[in-house]
């Protein structure tokens, strides 16, 4: 049987899809029935699950299930990515494959060997981008060479056309065109629940229909002061939708004419959240530029920076346990809940490179295990930034205080005591440096300095001297 295969991955849905769009508009055309399908890949299953990967596996199961009901049977093959398009190549003869390509690290370099694997069996082969506003390569400067800062990346960024919301015809879906093989999914159905038993936590905010009220409501409820409580951690100020976003269960156009739409003049919280769009496709753009970015500081001038590998600072930090009480409540939202407000990341990151001047590296890959919502373009990015080696990075000299930073951000103190309890009853006055606290006041709220919670694990004035000097050797070299 000829068929048309669509191959779907961070891309959960059955509205506002380009591959899924093309695929059908061609099937249509020649007649042949349309096979979904998952490659569920070997070195993902086998890794050890942490709140990221049962996230993803969680909203995997999901999507199947709900494109199942749809009649869009996804199939599910666990094995390496050219021996399941050779199972399928065994039972049907494949006219053209349809997938929305990844631009940028391991996924690129899978695309490239499986396009080269289809094209040299005589297959068509169809790929979009679908996961960015605009792609790696789409924005450029006027001599062809890309973007290193934001700013004159974002001037260009506004004044380019975003394309629309894409129309899937799901009739096609209900008419019979779409073929079922239980017995070809059967390893991978099983693969998939056998992980979704052993996930140690379960996830409510999943779904298209969660990512779909999760944009209304803030477009109803937040958009108008985003610009204003974005970088209060106590509030509920930001969005929420990026983790519907890595899972792609919302599409990025859709949440970009939503937004653009809810606004016939110009607007604070809009324009400052269609920013935050930016800086998404901007991190994604350097990471095709800079492949190896995720191992290599962008900036060859920090290269040879002698990071510190004290084990026991780095495991404080992981577990939320500096001494510094905005740092801490961070790290264990992340812990508790896969998600830590973007605020919070800054701190938190600037805290391990500047503070415990540990390598950056070792900070994006646990947040790599533990965010829900990450992005590694975005992460990497994101810490390169706060380490000072990156592209247009916080210059190594502006280093953030934890402290001010909590008194600026979390003055009353409402966000650390709901992450760190050992400091629910801790006065405000003392919130943000119990140590300083009184005895007479540790004992009145329960909190014993050293014993209850712990003491600063460095002192910050100390560290931020060492961190200059540092950056200064490694720069000088």
Known sequence: MEIVLIWFRRDMRLDDHTALSKAITYAKKHQYPLFAFYHLDPFFTEMELDLNNEHFFQNLAHFVKEARESQV?????????????????????????????????????????????????????????????????????????????????????RKQEKQPVIKVDKTFFSSGHTICNESLSQKGDDKLRGIIKRCARKFDQIGSDKAMNTLHTFIQKRLTHYHKKRDIPSVFGTSKLSRFLKTGTISIRTVFHAINEEALYEDEGRETFIKELAWRDFYHMIFAHYPKMKQKEINPSFEGIKWNEDEALFEAWCKGETGFPLVDAGMRQLNEEGWMHNRLRMVTASFLTKDYLIDWRKGEAYFAKKLVDYDEASNIGGFQWAASVGTDAVPYFRIFNPTTQSKRFDSSGEYIRRYVPELKHVDEKWIHEPSKMPIDEQMKSGCVIGDTYPLPTVDHQERRKKAISLFEEAKGQ
């Open 73 to 157: 049977y996804v199939h599910l093959f666990h094995d390496d990515v050219l021996s399941a398009f050779q199972q399928i190549m065994d039972v049907y003869d494949i006219k053209a494959v349809f997938f929305n390509e990844d631009q940028v690290g391991n996924g690129h370099r899978r695309d490239n060997q499986v396009t080269d694997f289809l094209e040299d069996k005589g297959i068509h082969v169809s790929k979009w981008q679908d996961t960015h506003l605009h792609g790696a390569r789409d924005i450029l400067k006027a001599d062809g060479s890309h973007y290193q800062v934001f700013t004159p990346y974002y001037q260009s960024w």
